[in-house]
């Protein structure tokens, strides 16, 4: 590097470091602009050595303690006093757009709300023509949420992407960066999930814009409400095109136990569970709770009863599952990879004196194997058929939602892997933890869907899970240690350094 090169470069770290003492509302650990050492004091590479460690306290700043207070600011933007709520369009959700909008804005980022509310932060880069990378998450909420979900995925992309900012290096990016803000994942308001994600992957029928909320409001009217245009043609033209994209990627909660059970605050989700709703109807008589004997009933209940434990039974243990002869047999149930769950059920006429007439429940089965959950759902249909038969109850199952794996992406897998490997690195070594875990960041496959199921079909998607505490998600008690958030900003943010030219190589 000439004379003139180094001048040009001290220049540039004393005005970043300059800039980030003006911009930052929070105490820096022990740096200071007059501790920077200058060049006349040392060798070169000893040098930036101590600036590194200078802008490495900075960074803390911006991707522990500023994350940490947003997601605290996040979480108090709700549309009740009393618990979290954001759902598609509401008051609180614009607030909290908005507010997103000037932390984009504050990375430095080309910030617009699009005709689906997403919210959208762009950078260019060094060539604006480039595919673009795209990270985000949603920052709508169930009813009486947590902070992190949705919104953990878009507080961290917009720190990793301003920290990067800030020693200026996001010039060099080789592609343009767009943070997404989406507006609606949970669903809440309209049962139909994705209609962010949705809209930019492309994947909603334009039909979507007359389905009703609660309060008969459509999905067109409510946009039009807030001056969108809730028109097919406005959601035709949200959709992306594949070429303008080089892949998507995500950070999201666990929203489950398995970091936590291992000590470790990261992992790399390796694809996407399928998913199988059913809809269980079964037809029996009703009948006096007192008059009818027991060998004269036709009762819907304890079917249904013996049908919910068989199907329990036939996912711990599939490959011992009621299974005539034209089923092979899947190998095994490999780590819990197959969840099956019935989570509703109502009986008609629902009294405690009458013996019901019908009997309905749901089953939902998902794995990472569409293979292994087929067979399984099989194995349930005919099971459920058999114990109708002996039974003589009327059966009927409906395939209500059918939804295959979704692969990540393998290069996104291998390079997160390798930034939340540094980034648990760093930070047990910066917080003094001792691990023994010999795979600091597990792979995992994700039960939910998550935006990214979205944005599979436009793009290669990749996905990093933080830990929770107790795996709890969709309730208040919610919670994502500082330490945490900080491992999501430092591998994000480490994701991107990779992508960065090498430069100023000693
Ligand atoms: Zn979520």
């Given amino acids: 590097m000439g004379f003139s090169a180094f001048l040009t470069w001290t220049a540039v770290w004393v005005a970043i470091l300059h800039q980030l003492h003006q911009v930052t509302a929070f105490p820096l650990h022990a740096a200071a602009l007059n501790d920077i050492p200058t060049y006349s004091d040392s060798t070169d590479r000893e040098w930036r050595m101590q600036v590194d460690a200078h802008v490495k306290e900075h960074l803390a700043t911006i ?3 500023e994350a940490v207070n947003r997601l605290d600011k996040l979480g108090k933007v709700s549309d009740s006093p009393e618990f979290l709520q954001r759902t598609f369009m509401s008051p609180a959700a614009l607030r909290a757009g908005q507010l997103i909008r000037t932390w984009m804005s504050d990375a430095g980022l080309f910030t617009w709300i699009d005709d689906m509310g997403n919210v959208h932060g762009r950078f260019d880069g060094m060539n604006s023509s480039a595919p673009a990378l795209l ?5 709508d909420t169930v009813i009486d949420a947590g902070r992190y979900d949705g919104a953990l995925g878009v507080v961290s992309a917009i720190a990793a992407v301003k920290a990067l900012q800030k020693s200026g290096r996001l010039v060099d990016y080789p592609r343009p960066i767009e943070i997404i803000a989406f507006s609606d994942e949970e669903g809440v308001r309209f049962q139909s999930t994705f209609l962010g994600s949705g809209a930019i992957a492309g994947t909603l029928s334009p039909n979507l814009l007359q389905v009703k909320d609660k309060r008969g409001v459509t ?7 807030l001056s969108f245009p809730g028109t097919k043609e406005s959601l035709f033209n949200l959709k992306y095109e594949p070429e303008s994209v080089w892949g998507y990627v995500e950070v999201h909660i666990e929203q489950g136990p398995v970091l936590e059970s291992k000590g470790l605050p990261l992992g790399v989700v390796d694809a996407i569970a399928g998913q199988t709703r059913l809809r269980v109807s079964m037809k029996g008589s009703a ?33 011992q599952g009621g299974s005539p002869a034209t089923v092979s047999r899947p190998t095994a149930n490999k780590g819990g990879a197959l969840v099956c769950t019935v989570g509703e059920i109502a009986s008609w006429p629902g009294a405690s004196n009458v013996i019901p007439g019908e009997v309905t429940f749901s089953v939902d089965v998902r794995a990472k194997d569409d293979n292994v959950r087929e067979l ?10 058999e114990i109708c038969r002996n039974r003589a109850i009327a059966c009927t199952i409906e395939r209500k939602n059918e939804a295959k794996t979704v692969e990540c992406d393998k290069e996104l897998i291998d390079r997160l892997s390798v930034s939340a490997t540094a980034a648990t690195n760093e930070l047990f070594s910066l917080t003094g933890v001792q691990t023994t875990n010999e795979e600091p960041v597990p792979t995992l496959s994700s039960g939910a869907g998550h935006d990214a199921l979205a944005m599979a079909q436009l793009t290669k998607v990749g996905i990093m899970f933080v830990r929770c505490t107790g795996g709890i998600s969709h309730s208040p008690e919610e919670h994502v240690l500082d330490d945490d958030i900080w491992a999501a900003g430092l591998a994000l943010h480490s994701f991107l350094e990779s992508d960065l030219p090498a430069s100023f190589s000693a």
């Fill in 376 to 385: 399984a759902v099989l194995n349930m249909e005919l099971s459920i058929h």
């Fill in 219 to 225: 999905v067109s009217a409510a946009l039009q409400k």
């Fill in 135 to 139: 990270i985000g998450s949603h920052m």
């Fill in 63 to 65: 991707l522990r303690d």
């Fill in 287 to 319: 009948g006096h709770a007192g008059t009818v004997p027991m060998a004269m009933r036709k009762d819907p209940m304890p079917a249904a009863a013996q049908a919910i434990v068989a199907i329990e039974e036939l996912c711990i243990r599939p490959q």
